[in-house]
């Protein structure tokens, strides 16, 4: 599929600074008067003339936001995903497979990279296609079994694998975007590292929302091309294309040779930023990081008011 790039919006923290300046004005008994100067952003500061008292303070430090999440890596040469919960365990609430006319991946009839229908659900080989650990996310851990994401289509499937056949590790990390704004936000170890414009899908091949990560990365030999140095390669797929360029029609975050139409709508349904951003991003994010797509009410316009 498709992707692009822009040069990304730069957010800038400003600190107040608070200057307290304090005197006394001598009178006869010794009246004191405390003037305090108080800085008002972008603004003139003014004087306020108040009698001296004694106060307390309490500081309180907000929460650092965490974004954790786990990720099982598989360690044998094929894993298997049972599509129904073994026997004794019990699927966790809140699956919302998104409905779509299109056809399934993988299914029997198309080789599906890697990927193939087997009794009972999927077969996935390990390294993929391109070469890179086969990563499934992790929603829970059940015994001998663990409830895993994986990239299949219909979007947002869940299954199972055997938990001897991956390793399990904790990441603290997001990818959101959001398609009304067209903004693409990252965050590592609560801080955010990156906030830029980034292009969607056309509406006739929309990006589609939902909760995925990031399967694997590809690095691009040209990087002139139409994904830019870097494709990020998610777990989710077109829900209006079956094939791409007679490939999978896999939903990606990458690069571009098009920076014009970043922030645009503008691809096949792959999220596009700029070259130098996808790859500072695959260099900071770790393994099967989260990307969130949501589409948020757009801003009300203000209303014209009469003079």
Not at 116 to 133: A, E, H, L, S
């Amino acid at each position: 599929m498709d992707m692009g790039s822009s040069t990304p919006s730069i957010a800038v923290v400003e600190r107040k600074r608070i200057a307290i300046i304090s005197g006394a004005v001598a009178a006869v008994l010794a009246l004191v008067i405390g003037v305090t100067l108080v800085a008002r952003s972008g603004g003139e500061t003014e004087p306020q003339v108040a009698a001296a008292r004694t106060t307390s303070t309490t500081t309180t430090t907000a929460p650092v936001p965490t974004d954790e999440y786990r990720v099982a890596t598989a360690t044998v040469p094929r894993v298997d995903v049972l599509l129904e919960p073994p026997a004794g365990v019990t699927p966790t609430p809140g699956n919302e497979v998104r409905p779509t006319s299109m056809q399934p991946i993988p299914r029997s009839s198309l080789n599906s990279a890697g990927v193939r229908v087997v009794p009972g659900g999927f077969q996935y080989d390990n390294p993929t296609y391109f070469g890179n650990p086969l990563l499934f996310n992790v929603i829970s851990v059940q015994g001998d079994w663990v409830e895993v994401e994986m990239q299949a289509r219909p979007n947002g499937q869940r299954g199972w694998v055997r938990a001897s056949d991956v390793d399990i590790a904790t990441y603290d990390a997001v990818i959101t975007l959001d398609l009304t704004t067209r903004e693409l936000v990252a965050r590592l170890d609560g801080e955010e590292i990156l906030r830029t414009p980034a292009s969607i899908g056309l509406p006739g091949n929309p990006t589609p929302t939902g909760t995925y990560y990031i399967f694997e990365e590809i690095p691009q030999s040209y990087t002139g091309g139409p994904f830019g140095p870097m494709i990020m390669a998610t777990s989710a797929y077109s829900e209006r294309l079956d094939l791409f360029e007679n490939g999978l029609p896999i939903v990606a975050l990458h690069g571009t040779n098009e920076p014009n139409l970043i922030g645009q709508p503008a691809s096949n349904g792959c999220i596009r930023i700029a070259n130098d951003l996808i790859i500072e991003l695959a260099d900071k994010m770790p393994p099967g990081v989260p990307l969130i797509v949501t589409e948020s009410e757009p801003a009300a316009e203000a209303e014209p008011q009469a003079a």
